[in-house]
């Protein structure tokens, strides 16, 4: 019969199974997506400068509602605040100044101020990334923990979580916070910890990259811990991958983040356990092998850093991605 000639009634019901047939992929889709959070991505780093609304749109098809970009130094705080206006409810900012940044602060001390006046921003979820890092001497450690204080009293005083940058610097970084989060064996007894110091802002320890007995320190004092893509790189047996894999690092005290454009997830390391491998979607390796390099991260990258974290954990990527995206959503109080 002409398809002119068809009449209304046999016309809707020759497309009606195309329909159902296309309501059905993208429901696929849809399902095949988790929904997870990355509450760390660089998005002021000039490697975006020409396609980020590009790279927004490929973390959001992948299945990341929400960025965290964060503000390390003044200039890039206030870019990152900048970009939560251009992304309202998708990108929130950060404000802080990294360790390897605290020379600046100490050299031009009324900068601290801009840094304060962005912090108070609604947009600006947290202070931080703060802290130590002794790996690198871009800051002598005195200027450090000078600048890292003075974070931590704003955090306090704006009761904003702290995001917290450390590198080989454990012990001076507790012993400052200590003196704010008091901490003793006996206090993980008292059931009135918790009630004592709920005023205090959340801790963040982002990025870790330490030892299983370094995380359980943080841990004993109700810190959150942050992963990323470092998963593929660390080869220890004391490291992050045993963090996960006997069960050190509970859910409800895990975090997601990409450190993008850093911390490629290099899903084909040869250290990498094969039920990891395989425990990787087809749908989360297509985004990762076709948009993200070793030069050049993307946020779009974190369902396949869930979907291994959950392989080493022995647990399903929808639990993993649920309690991270939780307790991003409760941490800096995302819509």
């Not at 988790?34 to 927004?56: H, M, P, Q």
């Amino acid at each position: 019969m002409d398809p002119k000639q068809q009449n209304p009634q046999e016309a809707v019901a020759s497309v009606a199974p195309l329909l159902e047939d296309q309501l059905e992929l993208d429901m696929k889709h849809c399902f095949e997506n988790l929904i997870v959070i990355d509450v760390g991505a660089n998005l002021t780093n000039k490697k975006y400068s020409r396609d980020l609304d590009s790279v927004v749109q490929r973390a959001r098809d992948a299945g990341v509602q929400k960025l965290m970009v964060h503000g390390t130094s003044v200039k890039s705080s206030k870019e990152a605040l900048r970009l939560s206006r251009i992304y309202p409810d998708i990108i929130y900012s950060t404000a802080g100044i990294h360790p390897h940044d605290s020379k600046s602060i100490v050299e031009e001390p009324a900068t601290w101020f801009d840094l304060e006046h962005i912090a108070q921003a609604q947009e600006c979820v947290a202070v931080g990334p703060c802290g130590l890092d002794y790996q690198r001497d871009f800051s002598e450690p005195d200027a450090q923990k000078q600048i890292f204080a003075k974070q931590l009293h704003l955090a306090i005083r704006l009761n904003k979580p702290l995001l917290i940058h450390e590198r080989s610097a454990q012990h001076d970084l507790l012993e400052i916070l200590d003196k704010y989060y008091p901490y003793s064996r006996l206090f993980k007894l008292l059931t009135c910890f918790t009630c004592r110091f709920e005023n205090l802002p959340p801790v963040i320890i982002r990025g870790f990259m330490g030892t299983a007995e370094e995380a359980l320190k943080y841990l004993e004092r109700r810190f959150y811990i942050s992963l990323t893509g470092y998963l593929c790189k660390d080869k220890s047996d004391t490291g992050v991958r045993r963090l996960l894999e006997d069960g050190t690092l509970p859910l409800d005290r895990l975090l997601v983040e990409t450190d993008a454009p850093f911390m490629y997830p290099n899903t084909r390391a040869s250290k990498l356990p094969q039920h990891v491998k395989t425990g990787i979607t087809e749908r989360s390796l297509l985004y990762l092998h076709r948009y993200c390099t070793f030069q050049r991260n993307e946020p779009c990258s974190l369902p396949a850093i869930v979907e291994m974290i959950a392989a080493f954990m022995k647990k399903t990527p929808d639990e993993v991605a649920l309690a991270t995206a939780f307790n991003a959503l409760k941490l800096f109080g995302l819509s």
